[in-house]
């Protein structure tokens, strides 16, 4: 049987959902040893600093100290600093933006394939010889300081290519590998091959992943419909009023949006 080099790392989230999941994940990548569960940043900054972890999974938005928060913290020490993957169901920025050494960005719902590239890279960095030092400061500065362009959106709209200004897009959503995007006038596909791409391309403070077919602008949001077992529904502000699913990990995002 083959053997893999192990990662011990601590996972880090307030929501007891979007932590299972995760270490559900987890499970089918025998290299990575879980040794320890935060549920917050006093917890996590505890836990690094005692049992000093290769990685370290931190949820980025947690009341009290946050992930960047505990990142800082732990910078700042002086001690030990692993490795660091941040998640976060909102605040999207281009993930390819944070491609330096020894820290990845994953967006929830996080992807079984999206973890298992940040596993393979926090492997081959790990084994990067000493002295290479881990610029996690510089992951923060560039999260602060990203500036996105105004930007527009290709849409095949009625056998023409239209410009749609990110501000009129209502949703996008995908179906069997195509991209459709949704404005108030003109609706159409994308060239865009996942919502990932997308996403990047568009402002984190508008545009939110409700459910993972689903990537919506919080402004043309119309209605919020409780849903079955505490689930809710979107109505959007097209000319369809389409109803577009929140996933059980979306929730908490829901309720801090509109103080539900």
């Known amino acids: 049987m083959a053997e893999f080099p192990t990662i011990r790392a601590v996972v880090v989230d307030d929501e007891d959902l979007a932590r299972d999941e995760l270490l559900f994940l987890l499970k089918a990548h025998p290299e990575v040893e879980v040794v320890a569960e935060a549920t917050n940043g006093l ?78 890279r926090a492997l081959v960095r790990i ?7 881990d610029p996690v400061e510089e992951l923060l500065s560039r999260i602060h300081g990203k500036q996105r362009p105004p ?10 290519l239209v410009l ?12 069997r590998s195509q991209i459709t995007v949704v404005g108030a006038e003109v609706q159409g596909l994308s060239n865009y091959k996942t919502l990932e791409e997308l996403q990047a391309d568009l402002d984190p403070q508008t545009f939110w992943r409700a ?37 059980r990990g979306q929730t908490k995002r829901l309720r801090e949006l509109f103080k539900l």
């Open 127 to 133: 084994d990067t010889p000493a002295g290479q030092t």
């Open 211 to 247: 459910h993972r077919s689903y990537l919506v602008n919080i402004n043309r949001i119309k209605e919020v419909e409780p849903w079955f077992k505490s689930s809710y529904r979107l109505r959007m502000s097209d000319p369809d009023a389409t109803e577009i699913p929140v996933s």
């Open 43 to 120: 917890e996590a900054v505890k836990a690094i600093h005692n049992l000093e972890p290769d990685l370290v999974f931190l949820d980025v938005q947690m009341p009290g100290l946050d992930g960047l928060g505990v990142a800082r913290k732990v910078i700042d020490s002086g001690g030990h600093v692993p490795h660091f993957v941040f998640a976060t169901a909102f605040d999207q920025y281009a993930v390819d933006a944070f491609d330096v050494n020894a820290a990845d960005y994953l967006l929830k719902p996080i992807e079984k394939q999206r973890l298992a590239k940040s596993i393979e």
């Open 164 to 175: 749609v200004d990110t501000a009129e897009v209502i949703y996008a959503s995908i179906e």
């Open 151 to 160: 930007s527009k959106v290709l849409v095949n709209f009625n056998g023409r």
